[in-house]
């Protein structure tokens, strides 16, 4: 059998419990326990050999280049946590069985909590650090799904989500140091790494790594100052707290400290900060523990309280304390997860944990107390029970301290109180529940639990005091074992005996009991004292900072993104002035070699017109008719320019497109309402006047550099080879049909695409057609005026065969599809506006969307023609022929190719305006009904 | 057919859309729905293939037979082919889910989506910048036609935006173009690189502006800060599967970056090496930083989604500026990830604003939801994925970026922001998860459950996350090799004119 199946067994036995949920409750448990319990089974088989020393090992290779392999080890450290991650997971899965109502969908918790198992015992069996992360990163998930388990209750949903922010920030910490030391031995296997101690404590970055390690480590196991989500987890169904906060989440932080004592142990820097923070946490959670009248609260704290005892264990420079903190890993878990039981039975049967309230149990669940009563004295460090041995050891340790010099006396000291306030607080756990006169208002009578919820409790107390009389026999091999593998070696000698005489830390001991029944006793005063200081709740703080956080977000995404279009294109003006100024300020000189073309009258008289029209264009931009004038004389002239520097084929585009686009906003303003508001302030209007002057200047500044330069380019090899490979002298058409017909190809899809987006836009747009012009005038009766009608009838065949000249001559004089289609569209649109759409409907029976489907399938085809040749797309062939009275003429595949462009332009230009055109009348485009 | 694959991915869509717009397949739902369920298999299949055959070889197609660099190429390595898969896969799920109805609520929707698949597929396979224009635009007017697809305000609000911005950013483009061409005398891409190197200084100056002018216009396609602010509102407003086609939109903009600021203007430019670098990094980081901001502020699952893939673009741009283009190999696994990934989460957002009814995708208290465990249990997975935990992709793309970023100079700055914004992340997912799933009120709301292709459709991209993982020793493999060949081995002015010849 292979290592592999341990954490994938659970893994897989996540699935068991939702699928065997439907037949009934009993069952759903036991087929839940199969995957553990074979689990537990194997590592029971594992056992033997790796307390002789020899650790199991397997790989496989997983992702190599991220170095994550699926690598599962098991040492004495993983067998020692997979025992008690096992063990008590069986244990609770029972329980839970009895505890979970009929409302409670038992096979999500189950699944929940298997998952959560396997993905502990991920974390304790990994040999890889990135894969020990993404088990890590498991815990905090399912966990959050388990303490959300009541997800309508919006405690469980708070605790949750704090459980997880928190857990979860210290996992991402966790991640950047992992992948530091990974980066630093260079591997991300566990075994190497762990070999290369001294390498990773010399390295300057030692101190970033420590730290973030730390971090995850504290956040997980609720260290000070992180404390606060554990308490707040407490809203998870107590089967939940009673696994978590015993022996898996909380000890996953614990642990992580154990597996990298080896790594990260054993400087200045690590004793302080961790010794430090367990201190701190051990004395602050036994103090509040006291007071928490909430029975899950004050073992929460007393959780708190313990993993700070074990933090501080491992933060002290001896070898001995990591042998301690081991076996209190196990004592606490023992004796916590009985005691968490023990609160949730009482809770189940009574119907409250308010210790105001919980009075005098004893008499209804004498069973229950004194199984509880074991626990609390193990827990308060009572002898002949576990926990005694474990504080024993931990005050022979806190007597050997040196680490904060003169100071240092002041760990023991501490450490007896805060031991003090554990006995005082377990006491209070017992006195205040089972004894101290009668119930008060309990919801139910309390009484005994069913038999078998009581079973996982008499285990764990059984255990307890197992360990308590034979700790040698129950725990020695495996403690040492566990022990060799934190510290990497050699364990040092000790005793596991439950007399080691009269001497000092016994009498510590006595003192903590002494000192905790004082305590207790006095416990009036101190709750007065206490109730002095205003009550913070960490859920109400946490969950009000990220509101805050939240709030603050919000208003800045508000004031960011305001909505307004302006600003996002000043935005963008403003990276265009940033990213070209910068490099243009290096241009020592734009004059380039090339001789200037002479000035002339006529075309500086143009330049001038085009100036002062495209600013009357901005300026009258209110007056909308006015400002389409201007703009079309600013067309008009770049066509003429256009011509001047001897692109015919562009002036005739652009003189066809200009009218076109008028038209097309003509239609276009005559539906917008007829007014503009004054929109911008006059600062507003200066400071988008200085970036238009300042992007003009320098575009201007580029366009003249560019063109006064000489230029080697790739344009000769279209002029030397137009009419040898292309088959025509216009080398603008040859061009566009031939050496970049794909480029055409894509622009005709752009206009068919764009006549079918605006038809799209008009089918499902409800626009109110404006009774009147702006000044409250009615629109001419006269639509259609008779002369219009009669001259542009009569116009439409001369303007037709004009287009099909142009078609045909293209290849090689100006003109082609492109300029032909547009000559062919505007025609018929002169049609439309001559005589209105009723008349063009009963006679031009033409769907425009097919002419643009077809027109784009004819380029398509032709494209795709040359594949019968075994040419490349769009490879094209031309041959000349001769008939009799025509005479010799040139046959090409561009021909074709271009009345594709042809029909695609004339569909799509008539299926934009005619479409506008007719929202103006009673021929509104619809929605295509779809069958 | 095998020697014309690399310009089927173009063609192949067009061709179904143009037979869209004509009989028969013109006006009728069902069969349009059938052609394109068609279409995508063969597209599938041709993709596949050409990461096949492109694994072995760089493809170059010379189109009509013309030598480059006069005549159009399109060139498909390792990258490109991958972009296009990526594409198909992505486009599957979205047509999946808009089959169940949301094609129905306008017009063209199928011949348009394909027609903005063609432009995707051209945008990446082509090796001219000025063809390069020509796919960007086919993407663009299918993308505003698209986006208004549904109708309503907030659509033709956003397009507004959308349409404005773009259509200046288009003129920008243009004019770079022409600054190029002016300067360069080339339009196919390798032969600009080899131009490039052997500028003057005065002429390099005079380029430079038209390299960081594409930056600007490559920056505004990808949301790019400041140039952003169409991406939240467009995205959020868009009908569920146009949003989650969009996913795949920004990845172009950073498919160019990657191309022509990272490899043409790269390292080997001469005088105008690296010359968008230093704008990159600040921006990149700008965008990561107002993702998280924005993340965190969101009120709703859509505009929370339209914010990660505000920071998938800062994460990506990052990772490409690492020094040397080490995190070039861990950035496109990322981008394979969070692509499928938050095309799922658009999907996901829009089924549960629909079962919630009037509360809608917003993190206020609302009736359940009724699908809770199905819905619950992807948006868990999604969510798991965007936040990158195990055991979804999101985590694996995570660690190579930040393995790739380590030790670099720049890693406190990739680090910490890359981190801070995973932590965000988890506070704004928890946050939407227990608000969408967990708060309730009342009974159970009485609208219509998911129909069966809208769950498999999301299962369908959202299966990929895990994929990329368990097969991550190959996808990780690939997407290195990829980025090395990008960098390294896209092939030269003088391998692709032998490549036009021998046609």
Known sequence: ????????????????????????????????????????????????????????????????????????????????????????????????????????????????????????????????????????????????????????????????????????????????????????????????????????????????????????????????????????????????????????????????????????????????????????????????????????????????????????????????????????????????????????IIDHESGSRDMRKLNGLWKYMPYTATLAMVAAASMAGVPLFNGFLSKEMFFTETLDQSALGSLSWMIPVLATIGAMFAVAYSIRFIHDVFFNGEPINLPRTP????????????????????????????????????????????????????????????????????????????????????????????????????????????????????????RYMFWMMFMVLALITVPIMNLNTTEGIRPETPLNNVMSAGAALLCICALATVIWHRKRVIALLMLSVVGLIVSISFAIFSAPDLALTQLLVEVATIILLLLALFLLPQRTPKESSPSRIMRDLSISAVIGGVVGTISYA????????????????????????????????????????????????AALGIYKLLAQMHIAMPTSDIDGRSWARDKHPMMLEVISQGLLPLALLVSAFIFLRGHNLPGGGFIAGLITSLALIQQYVAHGVNWMKVRLKVDYQWLIGSGLFIALATGAGSWLFDRPFLTSWFDYFTLPIIGKFELASALLFDLGVYLTVIGATLLILANLGKITTGERPKQTEYE | MMQHLVVLPILAPMLMAVMMLLPPLQNTIYRQRIASFFTMLVMLGIAILLIITSSEQTQVYALGGWQPPFGIVLVADRLASMMVLLTTVLGCGALLYASAGDDNLGMYFHPLFLFQLMGINGAFLTGDIFNLFVFFEILLIASYALLIHGGGKQKTLASVHYVSLNLVGSSFFLFALGILYGTLGTLNIADMADAASRLEAQEAVLAKTGVLLLLLVFGLKAALLPLHFWLTKTYSSASAPVAALFAIMTKVGIYSIFRIHGVVF??????????????????????????????????????????????????????????????????????????????????????????????????????????????????????????????????????????????????????????????????????????????????????????????????????????????????????????????????????????????
């Not at chain 1, 997971?89 to 109502?101: D, E, P």
């Not at chain 1, 030397?720 to 899809?749: A, Y």
Request: glycine share 10%; aromatic share 10%.
């Open chain 2, 266 to 503: 790269g390292e080997e430019a001469g005088l105008l090496a690296n010359t968008a670098l230093p704008w990159i990094w600040p921006m990149a980081i700008l965008t990561l930083i107002i993702g998280t901001i924005g993340l965190i502020g969101s009120s709703s699952l859509k505009v929370l989604t339209a914010n990660l893939v505000l920071i998938s673009v800062g994460t990506l741009l990052l990772a490409m500026v690492i020094p040397g283009g080490i995190g070039l190999g861990a950035a496109l696994y990322y981008m394979l990830h969070t692509t499928l990934v938050s095309g799922a989460l658009f999907l996901l957002a829009d089924m549960i604003g629909k079962q919630r009814g009037k509360a809608a995708d917003r993190f206020v208290p609302a009736r359940p939801i009724q699908q809770p465990g199905l819905l619950g249990t992807l948006f868990f997975l999604a969510a798991l994925a965007v936040i990158g935990m195990p055991p979804m992709s999101g985590f694996v793309g995570k660690v190579m970026i930040l393995q790739a970023a380590n030790g670099t100079s720049g890693m406190i700055w990739i680090w910490s922001v890359i981190l801070i914004s995973s932590l965000a992340a988890i506070i704004a997912l928890s946050r939407a998860g227990t608000n969408l799933f967990w708060n309730l009120c009342g009974d159970k709301s009485d609208e219509l459950a998911s129909s069966q292709l809208q769950i498999i459709a999301v299962v369908l991209l959202l299966a990929c996350s895990p994929l990329l993982v368990i097969f991550g020793a190959q996808v990780t493999e690939f997407t290195d090799t990829a980025a090395r060949q990008m960098l390294h081995d896209y092939p030269t002015i003088k391998a692709m004119m032998n490549a036009g010849i021998t046609q």
């Open chain 1, 1 to 344: 059998m292979s290592l592999f199946w341990i954490p994938l067994l659970p893994m897989i036995g996540t699935l068991v419990p939702l699928l065997s949920e439907r037949w009934g409750r009993s069952i759903c448990a036991l087929c839940t326990a199969i995957a553990p319990a074979i689990a537990l089974t194997m590592v029971l088989a594992y056992m033997p050999s790796v307390l002789a020393g020899q650790p199991i090992q397997q790989s496989i290779e997983w992702i190599p280049l991220i170095g994550l392999e699926l690598s599962f080890h098991l040492d004495g450290l993983g067998l020692l946590f997979s025992l008690l991650i096992l063990g008590i997971g069986l244990l609770i899965i029972l329980y839970a069985r009895y505890y979970l109502s009929d409302q409670d969908s038992m096979g999500r918790f189950y699944a929940y909590l298997i998952l959560f198992m396997a993905a502990m015992l991920g974390i304790v069996l990994s040999n890889n650090l990135i894969q020990l992360w993404a088990y890590w990163e498991l815990t905090s998930i399912s966990s959050f799904l388990l303490i959300g388990f009541w997800s309508h209750s919006s405690n469980a949903r708070k605790g949750a989500r704090m459980a997880l922010t928190v857990t979860g920030a210290g996992g991402l910490a966790l991640l950047a140091g992992l992948l530091m030391i990974g980066n630093i031995v260079g591997s991300y296997d566990l075994h190497t790494v762990l070999n290369s101690g001294d390498l990773i404590r010399e390295n300057p970055l030692y101190p970033v790594i420590l730290v973030l390690v730390l971090l995850g480590a504290f956040t997980k196991s609720a260290q000070f100052p992180f404390h606060f989500w554990l308490p707040h987890a407490m809203a998870a169904p107590t089967p939940v707290s009673a696994y978590l906060h015993s022996a898996t989440m909380v000890k996953a932080g614990i642990f992580l400290l154990a597996r990298f004592y080896p790594i990260l142990a054993g400087t200045e820097q690590w004793f302080l900060m961790v010794s430090l923070t367990g201190l701190a946490t051990l004395l602050l959670g036994a103090y509040i523990a006291l007071f928490k009248h909430d029975l899950k609260g004050l073992l929460a704290y007393s959780t708190i309280s313990h993993l700070g005892l074990i933090t501080l264990l491992l933060g002290m420079d001896s070898r001995l304390a990591a042998v301690a903190a081991i076996f209190h890993v196990v004592n606490h878990a023992i004796f916590k997860a009985s005691l968490f039981m023990a609160a949730g």
């Open chain 1, 706 to 753: 560019i063109m006064t330069k000489p230029l080697v380019s790739i344009s000769d090899f279209f002029l030397d080879n137009s009419k040898t490979g292309g088959g025509g002298t216009n080398v603008v058409n040859v061009i566009l049909v031939d050496f970049r017909g794909f480029d055409t190809m894509g622009e005709i899809t752009v206009l068919g695409i």
């Open chain 1, 447 to 566: 009484h005994e639990p069913p038999r078998y919820m009581k079973v996982p409790v008499e285990i764990l107390v059984g255990l307890c005091l197992l360990v308590g009389i034979f700790p040698q026999f129950m725990m020695g091999d495996l403690l040492t074992s566990a022990s060799s593998a934190v510290l990497g070696g050699a364990v040092p000698t000790y005793s596991l005996s439950i007399w080691h005489g009269f001497n000092l830390p016994f009498v510590m001991s006595l003192i903590a009991m002494g000192g905790g029944l004082l305590i207790y006793h006095n416990r009036r005063s101190l709750f007065r004292f206490q109730a002095q200081f205003p009550e913070t709740d960490a859920k109400l703080v946490f969950d009000d900072t990220i509101k805050l956080v939240i709030e603050k977000a919000a208003h800045f995404n508000g004031w960011l993104e305001n909505g307004s279009l302006q």
